[in-house]
T-cell receptor, first 114, second 109 residues
Framework: KAGVTQTPRYLIKTRGQQVTLSCSPI?????VSWYQQTPGQGLQFLFE???????NKGNFPGRFSGRQFSNSRSEMNVSTLELGDSALYLC?????????????FGPGTRLLVL | AQRVTQPEKLLSVFKGAPVELKCNYS??????LFWYVQYSRQRLQLLLR??SRESIKGFTADLNKGETSFHLKKPFAQEEDSAMYYC???????????FGKGTSLLVTP
């Protein structure tokens, strides 16, 4: 099976703009989670979607939003970008197994806000 | 908050030496804990989970509820073990994870 894919891989935006990142999970996976990775804060959970519904949400401002489509593909949107939003955004899809779920991560989208 | 703490940012050991990467978690019920690894220029990937009590690439991790720890151990480190290691805890009822800030392991010859 193909792995989790994320587009675009790199993005440069300016303050105040908005951005949309896309994630395609592994076929058959219904859960998609998003994380922000920065050198200072490490990996921080943004939100998780399961069957088009947001199931969990991290401690991020409302400028960060997401959605999931019926084919399990997910998008996250950041509005009114700030310099501090520069980060690697990781998407992960999950599949439950007898041992519990395993999250499979994508390569990430690196966002630079100028 | 269900915190995960990795006290060491960097750990450097010689090849063949034992290695232990520390992970502590804030107590809350029965945690589900994981170790993830990121090799250079590769994706973050699951190394092992406490529920399976498995050994992967020679690494093991034991959940110690009394000390609220889930340290990762390997008796003889190899150069190819050099990577970033993250301890993580399942957050809530879904599949979300709370990660520690990671420990960079460097194994030198």
């Amino acid at each position: 099976k193909a792995g989790v894919t994320q587009t675009p891989r790199y993005l440069i935006k300016t303050r105040g703009q908005q951005v949309t990142l896309s994630c395609s999970p592994i076929s058959g996976h219904r859960s998609v989670s998003w994380y922000q990775q920065t050198p200072g804060q490490g990996l921080q959970f943004l939100f998780e979607y399961f069957s088009e519904t947001q199931r969990n949400k991290g401690n991020f401002p409302g400028r960060f939003s997401g959605r999931q489509f019926s084919n399990s593909r997910s998008e996250m949107n950041v509005s009114t970008l700030e310099l501090g939003d520069s980060a690697l955004y990781l998407c992960a899809s999950s599949l439950p197994t007898s041992l519990g779920e395993t999250q499979y991560f994508g390569p990430g989208t690196r966002l630079l806000v100028l | 908050a269900q915190r995960v703490t990795q006290p060491e940012k960097l750990l450097s050991v010689f090849k063949g030496a034992p290695v232990e990467l520390k992970c502590n978690y804030s107590y809350s019920g029965s945690p589900e804990l994981f170790w993830y690894v990121q090799y250079s220029r590769q994706r973050l990937q699951l190394l092992l989970r406490h529920i399976s009590r498995e050994s992967i690439k020679g690494f093991t991790a034991d959940l110690n509820k009394g000390e609220t720890s889930f340290h990762l151990k390997k008796p003889f480190a190899q150069e190819e073990d050099s990577a970033m290691y993250y301890c993580a805890r399942k957050n809530g009822s879904g599949y979300a994870l709370n990660f520690g800030k990671g420990t960079s392991l460097l194994v030198t010859p």
